[in-house]
């Protein structure tokens, strides 16, 4: 692990995986709280490592430590839930050794019960006699090579504060600005990290030109194209441009079924214009068109979402019976949503 401040979550974290690990190695990158303090009651292997703006350098640092056969790395407001440890250790005593890279699932956004709502799949134990490294300073990740499995084990992040919000976006500033040229993946990161800082303009800029410069090869960078054109149509929401925001949405529709978040976006567009039976027909699309086996999906996007939205537009085309159902059958999958809850004592003063 790399961590610098870290008091609030990093024994929660290693608590949940101190019986799973052989070693435990800690790369503090300039602490100034009790992070080393805590540590210390896990493991005597804590390194320092001057901060100098690149994730992968310091990943790589703490990967060097390393003396076990397989590496696993977490971030400090990571966990191992129970049944996961159960899971984890199963295949500790049973590990294919002829595997290099085990791919472990990453509940990285939960909604507000704990649920997770959106899993990635991510290199999580890796063969330490491969040497494999970490590149790009920011978002840094693994070149995926050797024998590859994914197992159904789930590393589950619990963010518990905010941090830097310009941590991200002033790395990537930097590298611009020392005339570093940016990647494909690094593009698509500073639109995202310039959208999540509301600056909609700029990003919307970004986007514009990553998606010009990369829409022949839509097929081939389709994990990156798809939620780039998913932001950009949001940055012209935010802007007040409803044509443009659906401009990009229905320009996926070249490439592709429509998928449940595109969907729900475009029917969001003509909910708010009211044109609702418009809205309802794409709501309805979205439910079609289940995305459940994907990764990296906003799971909501599948069914709770257009459920929702679907109690709206049936009740302003005047339908309560459907509207109320709708209702009911999102309450069956989050019954303590704020929103839900709400809607439900509506229909019972009804």
């Known amino acids: 692990m790399i961590v610098k401040n870290e008091e609030d979550v990093i024994g929660r974290c290693l608590e949940s995986v101190k019986d799973i690990a052989d070693e435990i190695i800690i790369v503090d990158t300039g602490s100034t709280d009790r992070t080393k303090e805590i540590v210390s009651q896990y493991t005597d292997k804590i390194f320092d490592f001057e901060w100098i703006d690149d994730f992968s350098k310091a990943r790589n640092f703490s990967f060097s430590k390393a003396t076990k056969d397989y590496i696993l790395w977490l971030d400090a407001d990571d966990v191992i839930l129970e049944q996961d440890y159960q899971k984890f250790m199963e295949l500790k005593k049973n590990i294919d050794i002829n595997v290099d890279i085990y791919r472990m699932k990453y509940n990285c956004r939960l909604d507000k019960q704990g649920n997770p709502i959106v899993v990635e799949n991510r290199e999580r134990l890796l063969k330490r006699e491969k040497n494999y490294q970490w590149i790009s300073p920011i978002h840094e990740v693994i070149t995926l090579e050797g024998i590859i499995r994914n197992v159904d084990i789930a590393i589950t992040h619990k ?86 925001c659906l401009e990009c949405l229905f320009s996926i529709l070249k490439y592709e079924i429509p998928r449940p978040e595109c969907c729900c976006k475009i029917g969001s567009v003509f909910l708010e214009k009211k044109e609702y039976e418009i809205a309802k027909f794409w709501f309805e699309t979205a439910l079609q068109n289940n995305e459940k086996l994907r990764e990296n999906v906003n799971i909501d996007y599948n069914e709770f979402i257009p459920y929702l939205n679907l109690c709206v537009c049936y009740f302003w085309l005047g339908d309560m019976k459907k509207s109320n159902e709708y209702n009911e059958m999102a309450g069956k999958i989050k019954p303590n949503d704020e929103t839900y809850l709400k809607n439900r004592c509506c229909f019972s003063e009804k």
Not at 171 to 193: A, P, S, T
Request: glycine share 4%; net charge positive.
């Open 159 to 244: 963010k518990e504060k905010i941090k830097d919000l310009n941590r991200n976006i002033d790395i990537l500033e930097k590298m611009i600005n020392n005339g570093e040229k940016l990647d494909d993946r690094q593009n698509f990161v500073y639109g995202r990290e310039l959208f999540f800082l509301q600056k909609y303009e700029k990003a919307r800029d970004v986007y514009e030109q990553f998606v010009q410069n990369n829409k022949k090869q839509y097929n081939e960078k389709r994990w990156l194209l798809y939620p780039a054109i998913l932001e950009l149509s949001d940055c012209y929401k935010y802007l007040g441009d409803r044509e443009q």
